[in-house]
């Protein structure tokens, strides 16, 4: 009786010793910038000056969607981990990148319809790290600035200006994803839509697949998807599921492929039950970039696959 006793007491014991998992929880960007950092060890959430928080799965929400705000969002990851976050009816725009994940790697589920735009960064940070954006929301990615001949030349959702590109972006679900402009005035801009900025190659590897809606475009000189002005593509760009996408150069640049001036090396497959729609040039005439490929003064050394 005594041995029984002493093992209940013990499970007990281990029971009420064992670590309670993080809940998830609503973070609303309008009380400040929010930071993530994850690691083998789990994940945190930070906001402004308070002290982190323990949270697996962090919600954030703004109290008033309508009116943007100027607050980030910001993702640390060590080693092997990847952070979970979901961003839901959220309308940022700010000075530098409105999310950055640069080198590090994210899972975004996107709720509601969201707006992120930056003036002198990218809407959508990803250098050398590993992003996926899934969920049935929508995503809104782009430029906001309201001051005449002005320049933005990092990608919408991708790298900065003089960056590689050499991580991933895996757009899939449901989700809706348009890269835009949110200006009184028209600004100057070669960075790619999806891909990397002006003078920064595309070296990694871009994804859009499952049930993904996707309309990207750049501005001045940049590729829909795939590189900045003066950037190569030596990387992949994989079209499949039933996504449907609509890929716009700006002048002289290839719907999906590379920007002026760029040399492609890379691989474009589009597959599946995949929509694709790709112009080169947007709306300008006259234009010699392709709709699949490079754009003008490039040479092209790299595969297309259609399946």
């Given at each position: 009786?005594?041995?029984?006793?002493?093992?209940?007491?013990l499970?007990?014991?281990?029971?009420?010793?064992?670590p309670?998992s993080?809940?998830?929880?609503?973070?609303?960007?309008?009380d400040?910038?929010?930071?993530?950092?994850?690691?083998?060890?789990?994940?945190?959430?930070?906001?402004?000056?308070?002290?982190?928080?323990?949270?697996?799965?962090?919600?954030?929400?703004?109290?008033?969607?309508?009116?943007?705000?100027?607050?980030?969002?910001?993702?640390?990851?060590?080693g092997g981990?990847?952070?979970?976050?979901?961003?839901?009816n959220?309308?940022?725009?700010?000075?530098?990148?409105?999310?950055?994940?640069g080198?590090?790697?994210?899972?975004?589920?996107?709720?509601?319809?969201?707006?992120?735009?930056s003036?002198?960064?990218?809407?959508?940070?990803?250098?050398?790290?590993?992003?996926?954006?899934?969920?049935?929301?929508?995503?809104?990615a782009?430029?906001?600035?309201?001051?005449?001949?002005?320049?933005?030349?990092?990608?919408?959702?991708?790298s900065?200006?003089?960056?590689n590109?050499?991580?991933?972006i895996?757009?899939?679900g449901d989700?809706?994803?348009?890269?835009?402009d949110?200006?009184a005035?028209?600004?100057?801009?070669?960075?790619?839509?999806?891909g990397?900025?002006?003078?920064?190659?595309?070296?990694?590897?871009?994804?859009?697949?499952?049930?993904?809606?996707?309309?990207?475009?750049?501005?001045?000189?940049?590729?829909?998807?795939?590189?900045?002005?003066?950037?190569?593509?030596?990387?992949?760009?994989?079209?499949?599921?039933?996504?449907?996408?609509?890929?716009?150069?700006a002048?002289?640049?290839?719907?999906?492929?590379?920007?002026d001036?760029?040399?492609?090396?890379g691989?474009?497959?589009?597959?599946?039950?995949?929509?694709?729609?790709?112009?080169?040039?947007?709306?300008?005439?006259g234009?010699?970039?392709?709709?699949?490929?490079?754009?003008?003064d490039?040479?092209?050394a790299?595969?297309?696959?259609?399946?």
């Open positions: 009786m005594k041995r029984r006793l002493f093992a209940l007491a499970a007990l014991l281990l029971a009420v010793s064992l309670v993080a809940l998830a929880r609503d973070w609303y960007i309008d400040g910038d929010i930071t993530i950092r994850a690691t083998e060890n789990g994940q945190t959430v930070k906001q402004g000056d308070n002290d982190a928080e323990a949270d697996d799965a962090p919600v954030i929400k703004q109290k008033n969607s309508e009116t943007a705000t100027d607050k980030t969002i910001k993702i640390e990851t060590t981990a990847t952070a979970d976050v979901t961003i839901e959220v309308n940022i725009s700010s000075g530098g990148d409105a999310i950055d994940v080198s590090s790697s994210a899972d975004i589920t996107l709720e509601g319809e969201n707006k992120i735009f003036e002198s960064g990218s809407a959508l940070h990803v250098s050398s790290g590993d992003v996926t954006i899934d969920g049935d929301g929508s995503l809104e782009g430029i906001q600035d309201d001051i005449e001949d002005s320049y933005n030349h990092n990608a919408k959702i991708g900065h200006e003089n960056e590109m050499s991580g991933t895996h757009i899939t989700a809706t994803v348009t890269t835009d949110n200006t005035q028209v600004c100057d801009g070669d960075g790619a839509g999806i990397s900025g002006e003078d920064g190659d595309m070296s990694g590897t871009i994804i859009i697949d499952g049930k993904a809606h996707v309309e990207a475009s750049s501005n001045d000189r940049g590729a829909g998807i795939g590189s900045g002005d003066d950037g190569s593509v030596s990387g992949k760009i994989i079209i499949g599921g039933s996504a449907h996408v609509s890929a716009i150069g002048e002289n640049s290839a719907g999906i492929g590379t920007g001036d760029g040399n492609f090396t691989s474009i497959t589009i597959d599946g039950n995949a929509n694709v729609t790709a112009k080169a040039g947007g709306n300008h005439d234009d010699d970039g392709s709709g699949i490929g490079t754009g003008d490039g040479a092209f790299g595969t297309v696959t259609i399946g």
